[in-house]
């Protein structure tokens, strides 16, 4: 079983950059894919990334390729998501997943956080 919390969302402007951080609880953190996705008002939940359990192996949504990144510390039980270049299309509740296969439909993860909101203003 795992538990995870996201923080870092807020209020930017257009090409500024926001790093978000998803904290886990659990023993076998290390054993889970985590993906980010987001969901936009009145829009259905998409992929955004995933990063492997020994945080060796990246996937990312074309719509942030480039200027989102992944990264995860298994020590710390944290997976952060540095976004850059940030637009207003990003403006959504971002959530962390875990799961075994690291797919990107969210149907698949029965271990979600609760989200933070980020704002992008043009």
């Known amino acids: 079983q795992v538990q995870l919390v996201e923080s870092g969302g807020g209020l930017v402007q257009a090409g500024d950059s926001l790093r978000l951080s998803c904290a886990a609880s659990?023993?076998?953190?290390?054993?889970?894919?985590v993906t980010w996705f987001r969901q936009a008002p009145d829009k259905e939940r998409e992929f955004v990334a995933a990063?492997?359990?020994?945080?060796?192996?990246?996937n990312y949504a074309d719509s942030v390729k480039g200027r989102f990144t992944a990264s995860r510390d298994n020590a710390k039980k944290t997976v952060d998501l540095q976004m850059n270049s940030l637009k207003p299309e990003d403006t959504a509740v971002y959530s962390c997943?875990?799961?075994?296969?690291?797919?990107?439909?969210?149907?698949?993860?029965?271990?979600w956080g609760p989200g933070t909101q980020v704002t992008v203003a043009s």
């Open positions: 997943a875990a799961g075994r296969s690291g797919t990107r439909f969210p149907a698949d993860y029965y271990h």
């Open positions: 659990g023993r076998t953190f290390s054993s889970y894919v």
């Open positions: 990063i492997s359990g020994r945080g060796d192996a990246t």
